[in-house]
């Protein structure tokens, strides 16, 4: 399969607009890592609020490129883009803006998931909190087989009315 160049053009344009998305999320989840490492409740408020409108226009041009992709008769998976990429050439920008892509994809992946373990710790820390502070049992964390943590039942109570 080879790709004319109008669906080329199209193809580029696509790489390009998804290129610039992923490097402005990017740059947002690095926001929302400061906001969150600095525990500036109205900073993440506001860059969660960002992120929310950014990951919508982010849907938008994944819709473009299923259209795309169905357009040219192949699935919209990332096995069709590949394949779309390849059969655009060796078109040096567009192969570039790919890899660039695919890197940035990588990235807001490791972002992403770093930012979730610091709302995961602060989840659990403002849990502990109000446990200690409403005489709950406490609950100790131990890791299973599967590397989950595991809790159970301590009759260690640091506060007794």
């Not at 998305?21 to 906001?35: F, G, N, Y």
């Amino acid at each position: 399969m080879q790709l004319i160049p109008q669906q080329r053009e199209a193809l580029a344009s696509l790489i390009a607009g998804e290129l610039e998305m992923a490097k402005t999320m990017l740059e947002l989840l690095k926001s929302e890592h400061a906001a969150l490492t600095a525990e500036n409740p109205d900073s993440i408020k506001t860059t969660s609020q960002q992120k929310l409108e950014h990951m919508q226009l982010m849907e938008q041009n994944i819709r473009q490129r299923n259209q795309f992709l169905q357009k040219v008769e192949l699935s919209t998976d990332e096995q069709g883009f590949e394949e779309a990429v390849a059969a655009a050439g060796q078109d040096s920008q567009l192969n570039s803006n790919w890899n660039k892509l695919k890197e940035i994809a990588q990235e807001l992946q490791k972002q992403n998931e770093i930012n979730g373990g610091i709302i995961a710790i602060g989840q659990r820390r403002v849990k502990q909190a109000l446990d200690i502070l409403s005489g709950k049992e406490n609950l100790t964390g131990t890791y299973g087989q599967n590397g989950e943590t595991e809790y159970s039942k301590s009759n260690n109570l640091h506060t007794k009315a």
